[in-house]
């Protein structure tokens, strides 16, 4: 069900990012046509995409950047985050922020966020921060923070 994303899922992530630029407030000035979706869903297979599928319709995405920090350690920032809203209340939520902490942690990162929960507003953004603290993420202004130890 989640994998990461091939590049024939580009165009199910066109379709997904319409549903999703329709739905958000954050972009709510800015015109998201199919060529710009494209471009964005062709982008993100140059970072770690997971997509989650019913049958072969992509109903959510989460999109992690890595990079080494000021302190020359990896992190790993999920700069986005969407399922669709048919979807919602599903596990498929749960299954994508699994798959990212785990391979974050795969990839020896020391902390992981989500930069994404800035674009999430009402109801939306405490659904979204309870998901987060339930893999022991906290609030941290407008990030979800959580960090990891290696022995």
């Known amino acids: 069900m989640i994998h990461v994303a091939k590049i024939e899922d580009v165009q199910g992530i066109v379709e997904l990012l319409r549903t999703y630029y329709n739905e ?12 710009r979706c ?7 297979m140059n970072d770690i995409c997971f997509v989650a599928k019913d049958g072969h319709k ?4 989460a999109v992690m950047d890595l990079m080494k ?12 985050f969407y399922v669709h809203p048919d979807y919602r209340g599903t596990t498929i939520a ?11 942690k795969a990839h020896k990162c020391a902390v992981i966020y ?10 939306n953004h405490q659904i979204y921060v309870n998901l987060w603290k339930k893999f022991g993420f906290q609030e941290l202004g407008s990030f979800m923070f959580g960090s990891f130890t290696y022995g």
């Open 58 to 61: 992509i109903v959510a995405v």
């Open 24 to 35: 958000s407030q954050y972009n709510k000035f800015l015109t998201f046509d199919d060529e």
């Open 94 to 104: 749960r299954l994508l922020v699994n798959a990212c902490v785990e391979n974050a």
């Open 69 to 80: 920090s000021y302190y020359k350690e990896l992190e790993a920032d999920i700069g986005m």
């Open 38 to 44: 494209r471009e964005t869903a062709e982008l993100w």
């Open 114 to 123: 989500s930069s994404s929960l800035s674009k999430i507003d009402g109801k």
